[in-house]
């Protein structure tokens, strides 16, 4: 499987340490140069953003960017699956064999998005046991990107929907809500965030009371104008699919 790794041109200590891990792992990689948000000018942020933005960050704007540019690799090489590594994790020693069972496993015409990483909420029926230890779940909810298979056609919806850049990237549901690809768990997960994760390459920890404002308002904006559609298939959800689903919470 195609395994590449979205890295910032300066962020060494990152690249080394991701490297190493797969390297230990013999599992060849890509490395795609990360978009940095700050570096953006007000005319690019224009240019690859909507007016309506929940990612208002430049930091999210990049991260955002960044993974559509692997999207865009995926499609145009017609790549049938690829693991997308953000460049602050810890991988486990399993990575290999999930990576080897899951083109077995899910279908390369139907656009999915498999998270490797820790969720929030899944659903507890099992969909395929890949190994005595992992299962594939179907994801409820989630968050972070720093790991996860995404096939073609998926990548292809998210290219379609998601750019110019409206949202960030790793707001999964909206996946699942505007008929981007269905959503996967492998659990346990084997990819985690590293120590190095703790530290903020985009120094955008702190929280400003203006941009939490702003978002909130976008957010409810969003929502307000969503296609009808979206709507009703948000409702049908909410009151036919997930009250009869088991759901773990974690």
């Known amino acids: 499987m195609n395994i590449f790794v979205v890295n910032l041109k300066d962020s060494v200590d990152r690249r080394k340490s991701v490297e190493l891990q797969l390297n230990k792992l013999h599992l060849q990689y890509e490395l795609v140069e990360g978009v940095d948000g700050r570096a953006l000018s007000?005319?690019?942020?224009?240019?690859?953003?909507?007016?309506?933005?929940?990612?208002?960050?430049?930091?999210?704007?990049?991260?955002?960017?960044?993974?559509?540019?692997?999207?865009?690799k995926i499609v145009e090489y017609n790549i049938p699956y690829a693991l997308i590594l953000e460049d602050d994790i810890q991988l486990s020693a399993d990575l290999p064999l999930i990576l080897t069972e899951l083109p077995n496993i899910i279908k390369e015409n139907t656009p999915?998005?498999?998270?490797?990483?820790?969720?929030?909420?899944?659903?507890a029926k099992i969909q395929h046991?890949?190994?005595?230890?992992?299962?594939?779940?179907?994801?409820?909810?989630?968050?972070?990107?720093?790991?996860?298979?995404?096939?073609?056609?998926?990548?292809?919806?998210?290219?379609?929907?998601?750019?110019?850049?409206?949202?960030?990237?790793?707001?999964?549901?909206?996946?699942?809500?505007?008929?981007?690809?269905?959503?996967?768990?492998?659990?346990?997960?084997?990819?985690?965030?590293?120590?190095?994760?703790?530290?903020?390459?985009?120094?955008?920890?702190?929280?400003?009371?203006?941009?939490?404002?702003?978002k909130k308002l976008t957010e409810e904006s969003l929502r307000k104008n969503r296609p009808i559609k979206i709507k009703l298939k948000r409702i049908l959800w909410l009151l036919i699919k997930r009250p009869f689903i088991k759901i773990i919470k974690q």
Not at 58 to 69: A, F, N, Q, T, V
Not at 112 to 123: C, G, I, N
């Open 129 to 214: 046991k890949i190994s005595p230890q992992h299962a594939l779940h179907v994801l409820i909810e989630a968050s972070c990107s720093h790991g996860y298979v995404i096939n073609a056609s998926a990548a292809k919806n998210a290219l379609d929907s998601l750019y110019p850049v409206w949202m960030v990237a790793d707001k999964w549901k909206i996946f699942r809500e505007y008929s981007i690809a269905s959503l996967f768990a492998v659990l346990p997960p084997v990819i985690s965030h590293s120590e190095l994760s703790k530290i903020s390459i985009i120094n955008e920890q702190s929280v400003d009371i203006n941009i939490s404002k702003l």
């Open 42 to 72: 007000n005319e690019e942020i224009m240019q690859h953003t909507r007016e309506l933005n929940y990612a208002c960050k430049p930091g999210e704007i990049g991260c955002s960017l960044s993974h559509l540019k692997v999207y865009r």
């Open 112 to 123: 999915s998005v498999t998270l490797l990483t820790h969720v929030h909420q899944y659903d």
